[in-house]
C-alpha cells in the first residue's frame, strides 16, 4: 500500500528519517524546516492542559500556562454521562489547540484494580464498559478541534510503584476482557488517534514492544492506524518498538535514532519498517497542525469553560448517605468546618496537575450561598498533624450550630502519581474531631473530597455524606449548589466502596513487592468479585442519592435491547442513572454474575414517567475464548438485571441466545475458585491453569546471596544489592532519605524523590537526561556497580568526550552551513 507521505518521505534521508521517531526536547518532536516539516507539541493532560512554557517535566513540579482544571476523570466517571464527557473534551481540546497543543495526553483509562493504585484520581472506573465509554466521549470532543487526543496508559499499569519495570502476569481472558476492553471501546468508537503505551511489562514484555498488544490486538484486531509514543521515559529497546509500531519514543533522545540507523545499516531492520512509521507520525504531526492548531482560535472563553467545569462537577457529586439533613435547611444555624474549606482539594498530583485559571473555595463563596451560616473554621491540619488549637475553635463553633458540614477528604501528597496509597484511611485528626462534634449531638453533614475509595467507618455517626471526588476548580461552588438544594445531586459511584481495604479481591497481591505483579483475581475486579461472593460492601458501584425517588416499571426485553419505564416519584425534579447488567447461570464459562452492559441517564420533573431504552451492543453477551482465541457467544438463557446499582435491581428478565458454539474453553475441575467466586488467596496450581503455564517467576535474580548484576533495568532501590558498594550506598541511601524526609513531615520532597528517583531503572537516568547521558555513558556507570570501578569510570568519561566532540563539530557545522547560506 502506497504510503499517505511518501513524496515527504523520499525527500528524508535515513537520518533525518530516524531523527524523528524520538523527540527534539522534553516536549516537542522533531521539526525538518528543508522539507517543511513542523514540530508538533505534546502535553498533559486529561483533566486540563498542562503546557508548560520554561522548565519542563513530567512530575508537576513546574508550572504551567493557566488552564481551565476540570474535575478529574474519577469524578466524572461518576456522571455516567459520555456527552457530559464530550463537552468537556471540547473544550480541553480547544484550551489545547489555542495553546498551540497538537497531541493532548489524556484521557487516561487504566482499570481501577486496587483502591490503592496512587493515579485512580485519574482513571474512570473499575468497569471497562463504562470506562470506555465515558473515554470515547473525551476522545471525540478532544478530537472534534483538529487535534489528536492520546488515552493511557496502553495497558495493565495498575500499581504505581515500580511501574517503569513491574510485569503483570495475567491470564488472556482477563487481559481481553476487563484490562483491554475500555481501550478498544476509545479506539473503535472515539476514533482515538494516538495512544500512550505503558510503563510497565505484560507477561513479560514490556508494553511498548509487545508485539500482541500492539500489533495483533491494536492494529490488527481494532484497525488503529494512529500513533503510537512510549510513556515519558519508558523506551526500553527503541528498535524492537519500533517493529511493534510505536512511532515516537518520549522526551527525545539521540540514542534511539542512531540505535535505529545501526541496526538497518546491520540489515537486521528493513527500512520500510521505518518508513511506515514515519508515514504515521508523520500523519498525525502534519494533520493536527493543519486542522487543529493552525485552525484554533486564539482564545477561550475562560467564564463559559469555568461555569462549564461547575457544571460537570454538580453532575459527578455522590451522595452516599441522607437522612433528610440534605438539602440543608435555611432556617437552621450551619457551621462550615475543615481546612479543604479554605484551601479545596480538587485535582491530584503528578503530570496531571494543572495551574487553574481561577479557583473557587468553600470559604469565599459562603456568604452567598443563601444558608444561614454561623461561621466556619479549618478544624484540622489537611496533612494530618495534631492541633489543639484548630480542633478547639472548632468545637466552639460547632456549639453554636445546629448543623455542622464537615468538610474531610485526602490531602494532596497522599494520591499522587508515583506512589500507591498505603491504607485507605482518613487522617486521624479528621475523624476525632468528627467523633467529638458527634458527642455534642449535632446533626454533621460530611462533604467528601478524594479521588479514589476510602474507607468510611463513620457512616452511622453522620446524617448525610456527599462525595464531591476531585472536582476542579469550579468544584466548591458545585457542592455548595448540592448542599443548599439549588442542583439536586445525581452521580452514583463508578467504583465499589469496600468496608476495609481487605475486602478487596486484589489485596492479596497488592502492592506487589516483587518484579512481577500476579493478577489472581482475575475477573474479581470492584464489583465483579463482591457481587459473586457475596461480600458486603459499604457502598455498592452504580450507588447514588437523589432528593428525590425513583420507580422502575414494566421491563420488556428483545433482541434489540431493554425498554422499561422511570417514574420520579418525589416532589423536585431529578436525574436518575439506570443501569443494564447481564448474567448466564450455569455458563460453561467462569463469569461473574453481573456485568455492566449499559446505561442511561433520564432527567425527569416530579411525577413524571419516562421510556427509556438501552441498546444491547457487540460487547452485551460476548466473552473471550482462549481456546478459539476469538469473541464467542455462548447459547444460553442469559439473565437480564435493570437497577440503581448492582444491588440494587429493581427489574429482571431473560433472553436466549443462539451462541457461536465454540468449544468450552475451561476444564472447571482446574479452577474450582474461579468458578464459585472465592478468589482470595487462589493457589498457585489453579493460577496456573487458569495462565496456561507456570507464573513467572518474580524473585530479583540474585547471582548469590543478595547480589545482584545491575543492568539496565535495574531500579535505583534494586541497586541496594548492587556487587559495589557505591552501587548499594546509592541504593540505600535515596530509601532512606525518603524515610528520613517523611519523618520530618516533608511529604513533598518525599514524594517526589519516590516519583522521580526510587523506582527509576538505570535506563530512565539516560532516557530523561535529553542526550545528557548517552546509554554508552550509562555502560560506564554500570560497570562501576558492578565491581570495574576504574574501568567503569574511564569507559564513562571516554565516551563523555566522544560525544562532546561530536556535539562541537556539529555545532560546528550548523554554523558554516548558516554562513554559506
Ligand atoms: C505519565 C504520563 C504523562 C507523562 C508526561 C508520565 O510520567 O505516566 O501519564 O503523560 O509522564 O508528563
Known amino acids: 500500500m502506497k504510503r499517505k507521505h511518501q513524496d515527504l518521505i523520499d525527500k528524508l534521508t535515513l537520518k533525518e528519517k530516524a531523527s524523528l521517531i524520538s523527540g527534539k526536547d522534553f516536549w516537542q518532536t522533531v521539526n525538518i524546516d528543508r522539507v517543511g516539516i513542523p514540530s508538533a507539541f505534546l502535553s498533559d493532560g486529561p483533566h486540563g492542559v498542562r503546557r508548560q512554557a520554561a522548565a519542563a517535566d513530567h512530575l508537576g513540579l513546574n508550572a504551567s500556562i493557566p488552564a481551565t482544571c476540570y474535575p478529574t476523570a474519577a469524578t466524572m466517571a461518576n456522571s455516567w454521562d459520555p456527552e457530559l464527557g464530550e463537552g468537556l473534551g471540547q473544550r480541553l481540546g480547544q484550551e489545547a489547540a489555542v495553546q498551540k497543543v497538537n497531541i493532548l495526553l489524556g484521557p487516561g483509562m487504566n482499570m481501577k484494580r486496587s483502591p490503592l493504585c496512587g493515579r485512580n484520581f485519574e482513571y474512570f472506573s473499575e468497569d471497562p464498559y463504562l470506562a ?8 471525540r470532543g478532544i478530537q472534534s478541534n483538529g487535534i489528536s487526543a492520546c488515552v493511557k496508559h496502553f495497558a495493565c499499569n495498575d500499581q504505581e510503584e515500580n511501574r517503569m519495570t513491574l510485569d503483570s502476569i495475567l491470564d488472556e481472558r482477563t487481559f481481553r476482557e476487563i484490562y483491554l476492553t475500555a481501550f478498544e471501546i476509545a479506539v473503535k468508537e472515539g476514533k482515538t488517534r494516538s495512544i500512550m503505551s505503558a510503563y510497565n511489562l505484560i507477561n513479560g514484555v514490556y508494553a511498548n514492544e509487545n508485539e500482541h498488544l500492539l500489533v495483533d490486538i491494536l492494529r490488527n484486531e481494532w484497525g488503529f492506524d494512529g500513533l503510537v509514543v512510549t510513556d515519558w521515559g519508558g523506551n526500553n529497546d527503541g528498535v524492537l518498538s519500533l517493529k511493534c509500531g510505536n512511532q515516537l519514543e518520549m522526551p527525545g533522545t539521540p540514542d534511539r535514532p542512531e540505535e535505529v540507523i545501526k541496526a538497518i545499516e546491520a540489515g537486521e531492520l528493513d527500512e520500510s519498517v521505518l518508513d511506515d512509521n514515519v508515514d504515521t507520525l508523520l500523519d498525525v504531526i502534519l494533520s493536527t497542525m493543519e486542522n487543529g492548531v493552525n485552525k484554533a482560535p486564539e482564545k477561550f472563553d475562560v467564564d463559559e469553560h469555568h461555569q462549564f467545569a461547575e457544571k460537570c ?9 441522607n437522612d433528610g439533613a440534605l438539602p440543608l435547611n435555611k432556617e437552621k444555624k450551619v457551621a462550615f468546618i475543615g481546612h479543604f474549606l479554605y484551601l479545596p482539594r480538587y485535582q491530584g498530583a503528578g503530570s496531571s496537575i494543572v495551574n487553574p485559571t481561577k479557583l473557587d473555595d468553600a470559604r469565599s463563596l459562603l ?24 480542633h478547639k475553635e472548632a468545637m466552639n463553633l460547632a456549639a453554636k450550630a445546629d448543623t455542622v458540614v464537615l468538610y474531610l477528604g485526602l490531602d494532596e501528597v497522599t494520591e499522587a502519581e508515583g506512589l500507591d496509597r498505603e491504607n485507605l484511611h482518613l487522617e486521624n485528626n479528621q475523624l476525632e474531631l468528627l467523633k467529638d462534634i458527634k458527642s455534642l449531638g449535632k446533626e454533621i453533614v460530611v462533604v467528601l473530597s478524594a479521588g479514589s475509595a476510602i474507607e468510611i467507618p463513620f457512616v452511622d455517626d453522620v446524617n448525610a455524606i456527599l462525595h464531591c471526588y476531585l472536582n476542579g476548580q469550579a468544584g466548591a461552588q458545585a457542592a455548595l449548589n448540592i448542599l443548599s438544594g439549588r442542583v439536586n445531586p445525581s452521580g452514583k459511584l463508578s467504583e465499589t466502596f469496600p468496608i476495609a481495604l481487605e475486602d478487596v479481591a486484589s489485596s492479596d497481591n497488592f502492592p506487589s513487592k516483587t518484579r512481577t505483579i500476579e493478577y489472581r483475581e482475575a475477573y474479581g475486579i470492584g464489583y465483579r468479585y463482591f457481587d459473586k461472593a457475596n461480600v458486603k460492601v459499604r457502598f455498592p458501584f452504580g450507588f447514588g442519592l437523589s432528593y428525590t425517588t425513583f420507580e422502575y416499571a414494566n421491563l420488556k426485553v428483545s433482541q434489540d435491547g431493554v425498554d422499561f419505564e422511570i417514574k420520579n416519584t418525589g416532589n423536585v425534579k ?28 433520564v432527567e425527569l420533573e416530579p411525577g413524571e414517567t419516562k421510556k427509556v431504552h438501552i441498546a444491547f451492543d457487540d ?13 464467542e457467544v455462548e447459547k444460553g438463557n442469559y439473565d437480564v438485571y435493570v437497577g440503581a446499582s448492582v444491588e440494587d435491581i429493581r427489574l429482571r428478565g431473560n433472553i436466549e441466545q443462539a451462541g457461536t458454539n465454540a468449544e468450552a474453553p475451561y476444564d472447571k475441575a482446574a479452577l474450582p475458585n474461579y468458578a464459585t467466586g472465592s478468589l482470595r488467596n487462589i493457589p498457585d496450581a489453579e ?41 548499594r550506598l546509592v541504593g540505600k541511601a535515596i530509601p532512606w532519605l525518603v524515610r528520613v524526609l517523611r519523618k520530618m513531615g516533608n511529604r513533598v520532597l518525599a514524594n517526589t524523590l519516590v ?45 563523555g568526550r566522544k560525544y562532546k566532540k561530536i556535539a562541537k563539530a556539529e555545532k560546528k557545522a550548523a554554523k558554516e552551513a548558516s554562513a554559506a547560506k
Open 132 to 139: 470506555g465509554k465515558m473515554a470515547a466521549g473525551y476522545v
Open 755 to 799: 516519583m522521580g528517583l526510587v523506582h527509576q531503572p538505570m535506563r530512565g537516568w539516560s532516557r530523561f537526561s535529553l542526550g545528557g547521558l548517552r546509554v554508552s555513558q550509562l555502560d560506564g556507570l554500570i560497570m562501576v556497580f558492578n565491581g570495574h570501578f576504574f574501568k567503569g569510570l574511564h569507559h564513562f568519561f571516554k565516551e
Open 687 to 727: 493460577f496456573e491453569a487458569l495462565l496456561g503455564h507456570e507464573i513467572p517467576n518474580g524473585a530479583l535474580p540474585f547471582y548469590k546471596k543478595n547480589r545482584l548484576v545491575v543492568e539496565y533495568n535495574t531500579t535505583v532501590t534494586e541497586l541496594r544489592y548492587a556487587k559495589r558498594w557505591i552501587g
Open 619 to 631: 460487547k452485551t453477551f460476548r466473552y473471550f475464548n482462549v481456546k478459539t482465541n476469538k469473541w
Open 313 to 321: 462537577a454538580e453532575e459527578s457529586a455522590v451522595l452516599l448517605k
Open 367 to 390: 456568604p452567598n450561598c443563601g444558608l444561614n451560616v454561623v461561621g466556619c473554621a479549618k478544624g484540622f491540619d489537611r496533612y494530618g498533624k495534631k492541633s489543639n488549637k484548630l
Open 574 to 601: 431529578g436525574k436518575e442513572i439506570a443501569q443494564l447488567y447481564i448474567g448466564l447461570e450455569p455458563s460453561c464459562v467462569i463469569r461473574p454474575l453481573k456485568e455492566l452492559k449499559g446505561f442511561a441517564k
